[in-house]
């Protein structure tokens, strides 16, 4: 966890909030310059967290990032008080992306989508829940859509702050990463992406979607024993490498326990046509992957 302790230079006329759990930003960051910053959130009952682009040098200058107490979550009224009390978010940007985790998502081939039946394409897979919405992004890498449910009092709270902001769910920047990173895999490319309570599997081979799921789990050992069992019925070898992202890091558990049935274990790294500062250098960016993964999608 990184934190730059200079943020008092900056957020000394903050209304009160509680601190962020991570924040760095660097020395060229102009707050009354924002409307040439695009600003990315990723929202969530787990967590908050937003980051600053300067289009201008197509450099990352700014992220912040907010956990719950612990066992608690985060609610539409503490998505209001953030939105509404950090100096940054009150601002106008040049543009505005909006990622919303979810693990209840399914994905319809292009050719056969109808966005009139959205929701019962969703229905085929999960149980709509009591005041969520479903929302359908488009997705080129597979051609398809992908069908997901947001919470609408928090989706409508995001509107409210910034109009015409599409939601995402999390799953279309990470394709998008792994759409470009997978050029130079051959047979299988293979990403894990850690959530707080589930986590992502997609494997492509030969740029072909071969598996893409979500499954919950509890300890390590849960996705241990899932991932595996897919790798069994798949038949993906030992010698396979395994891209990791979101909520784990080089030689914790997680990532020690793989490395016993898997040789080589990477983590995701953003790419595209952007640059970070040098206050990010010590940063394990793979966890924020989706986040700053958001501005390639167009």
């Given at each position: 966890m990184?934190?730059?302790?200079?943020?008092?230079?900056?957020?000394?006329?903050?209304?009160p909030l509680?601190?962020?759990?991570i924040?760095l930003?660097d020395?060229?960051?102009?707050?009354?310059?924002?409307?040439?910053?695009?600003l990315?959130?990723?929202v969530?009952?787990?967590?908050?967290?937003?980051?600053?682009?300067?289009?201008?040098r197509?450099?990352?200058?700014?992220i912040r990032?907010?956990?719950?107490e612990?066992n608690?979550y985060?609610?539409?009224?503490?998505?209001?008080?953030?939105?509404?009390?950090?100096?940054?978010l009150?601002?106008r940007y040049?543009k505005?992306?909006?990622?919303?985790p979810?693990?209840?998502?399914?994905l319809?081939p292009a050719?056969?989508f109808?966005?009139?039946?959205?929701?019962e394409?969703?229905?085929?897979?999960?149980?709509k829940?009591?005041?969520?919405?479903?929302?359908a992004?488009?997705?080129?890498?597979?051609d398809?859509?992908l069908?997901?449910?947001?919470?609408?009092?928090?989706?409508?709270l995001?509107?409210s702050f910034?109009p015409g902001?599409?939601?995402?769910?999390h799953?279309k920047?990470l394709?998008?990463?792994?759409?470009h990173?997978?050029?130079s895999?051959?047979?299988?490319?293979?990403?894990?992406?850690v959530e707080?309570e589930?986590?992502n599997?997609?494997?492509f081979n030969?740029n072909?979607?071969?598996?893409?799921?979500?499954?919950?789990?509890?300890?390590?050992?849960d996705i241990?024993?899932f991932?595996?069992?897919?790798?069994?019925n798949?038949d993906?070898?030992q010698?396979e490498?395994?891209?990791?992202?979101?909520?784990?890091?080089?030689?914790?558990d997680?990532?020690?326990n793989?490395s016993?049935?898997?040789?080589?274990?990477?983590?995701?790294?953003?790419?595209?046509?952007?640059t970070f500062?040098?206050v990010f250098?010590?940063?394990?960016?793979?966890r924020?992957?989706?986040l700053?993964?958001?501005?390639n999608?167009?």
């Open positions: 990184f934190v730059n302790l200079s943020n008092l230079l900056i957020n000394k006329n903050r209304s509680k601190a962020p759990n924040e930003f020395e060229t960051l102009d707050i009354n310059s924002t409307e040439n910053y695009e990315s959130i990723q969530s009952p787990d967590g908050f967290s937003f980051c600053l682009l300067d289009t201008i197509n450099k990352f200058v700014l990032a907010f956990e719950p612990e608690k985060f609610n539409s009224d503490k998505i209001n008080e953030l939105l509404s009390k950090d100096e940054f009150t601002k040049k505005v992306n909006v990622v919303m979810s693990k209840k998502f399914t319809i050719p056969l109808d966005p009139a039946k959205k929701d394409y969703f229905k085929f897979n999960h149980i829940e009591d005041g969520n919405m479903i929302i992004n488009r997705i080129s890498d597979p398809a859509y069908v997901f449910s947001v919470p609408k009092p928090v989706n409508d995001i509107n910034y902001a599409h939601p995402y769910h799953i920047p394709f998008d990463h792994i759409s990173s997978r050029k895999v051959n047979g299988n490319c293979i990403n894990i992406h707080k589930f986590f599997l997609i494997i030969n072909l979607l071969k598996f893409c799921n979500t499954f919950n789990y509890r300890n390590i050992s241990l024993y991932v595996l069992n897919v790798f069994k798949l993906i070898k010698e490498t395994i891209y990791f992202s979101g909520l784990t890091e080089k030689y914790d997680l990532s020690s793989f016993i049935y898997v040789r080589n274990i990477k983590f995701a790294e953003p790419s595209g046509n952007f500062s040098y250098n010590d940063m394990d960016l793979h924020f992957l989706n700053f993964s958001v501005v999608c167009g």
